[in-house]
């Protein structure tokens, strides 16, 4: 397989560190991390699972805010290096045609991508269980809410940011109404971004490893000249609970359900204190990433412990190799 390279615009002001002495990982961490601490937002008990993309000269994103009531909210964040964030006190309000889809619940781990002329949002939405929510906006001002994409019970809605055979291209996670013991990603197509369907099964857990619980898509896939590069979260279920991590695979261009390569070992892992102490033990859940074509330099936004956010990096190359090496 040839050497890909990274499909995209420039992107010369991503947040970046270059990788630790002494570091031997493909995926390292940034030495800021947290880079957003729980309590950013008055009334917040947690910042977590939150999704960014360039925006003007700089950063503008979607951020989970769970409050000190424990309502699970989004709220717009913007920020000039992608490092330091002002979140919004106030959570988004859609605007929505249809009162009862509109109705807030909750919603969380939102997803951002541009597509087209617009920055669409998904995330997990209430309407008699959790859903895939789609909604747009071009300013991170005002945000429309379109229907849901799924049925309940659905988890981890995550857009490709163009169409694919002339057709707008989501994955997800079948769930249910609980924590979900189990989980596999589908692959669906959408001639409008309302109607979906076409779907098709992409990936399942594997037995004795990292990711043998469930699965679930993080950032918005990133386009290469030999696949769709697709960083995702796997679930373990030890004797103390559920232990979250991520790896990446790479998905065929055309035919995203096909899936060319897939890490057998994880990319990161809960370590630091703040993945492994917070509301939720032991959990890091990738949400977004940016990359920058020429410089191969990709970084990760992941929520750390259910409880803060944080930022890893890797270079594009180095990755190839590593996942060209260590499939499954
Ligand atoms: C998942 C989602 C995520 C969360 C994870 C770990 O089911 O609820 O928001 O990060 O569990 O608690």
């Known amino acids: 397989m ?9 992107l010369s002001n991503i947040p970046w560190e270059e990788r630790p002495k002494g570091c031997q ?8 991390n947290p880079i957003i601490t729980r309590d950013a937002v008055p009334g917040a008990n947690s910042i977590f699972n939150s999704a960014v993309v360039p925006f003007q000269a700089g950063f503008a994103g979607v951020f989970r805010v ?3 009531e424990r ?4 709220h717009v964040g913007r920020s ?4 330091h964030w002002q979140i919004e006190p106030h959570r988004i309000e859609f605007s929505c045609d249809d009162p009862e889809l509109g109705r807030f619940v909750y919603g969380y781990d939102p997803r951002v991508c541009w597509l087209e002329d617009r920055c669409y949002v998904t995330w997990c939405n209430w309407y008699h269980g959790p859903t895939i929510g789609i909604a747009y906006t071009h300013d991170f001002k005002a945000f429309y809410q379109l229907e849901n994409a ?3 019970f659905n988890r981890n809605g995550v857009l490709f940011p163009r169409k694919i055979r002339g057709k707008y291209a989501m994955l997800s996670r079948p769930s249910d109404p609980g924590h979900t013991p189990f989980g596999d990603i589908f692959y669906s197509e959408s001639p409008d971004l309302i109607h979906w369907g076409k779907h098709r099964h992409v990936m399942s857990p594997v037995p004795n490893s990292w990711q043998s619980t ?5 950032p918005t896939p990133i386009e290469t000249t030999e696949g769709w590069l697709l960083f995702y979260h796997g679930v373990l279920t030890s004797c103390n609970g559920f232990v979250y991590s991520f790896g990446a695979a790479l998905l065929d261009l055309e035919e995203p359900w096909k899936v060319i390569r897939r890490t057998r070992p994880y990319l990161l892992s809960p370590r630091e204190p703040y993945e492994r102490v917070g509301d939720v033990p032991n959990v890091v859940f990738p949400t977004a990433a940016l990359y920058d074509p020429p ?4 970084a990760i936004y992941y929520g750390g412990a259910d409880t803060v956010t944080c930022l890893a990096f890797t270079l594009f190359d180095e990755l190839w190799d590593f996942i060209k090496e260590n499939s499954l």
Do not use: C, E, H, Y
């Open 214 to 218: 469930k699965i679930g898509a993080g």
């Open 2 to 10: 040839p050497q890909a390279r990274l499909v995209g615009p420039d």
């Open 295 to 298: 410089t191969g330099r990709i």
């Open 150 to 152: 799924f049925l309940p």
């Open 25 to 32: 990982d493909v995926v390292w961490r940034s030495n800021r």
């Open 71 to 74: 309502a699970m909210q989004l």
């Open 80 to 83: 000039k290096d992608g490092v």
């Open 66 to 68: 769970d409050t000190t």
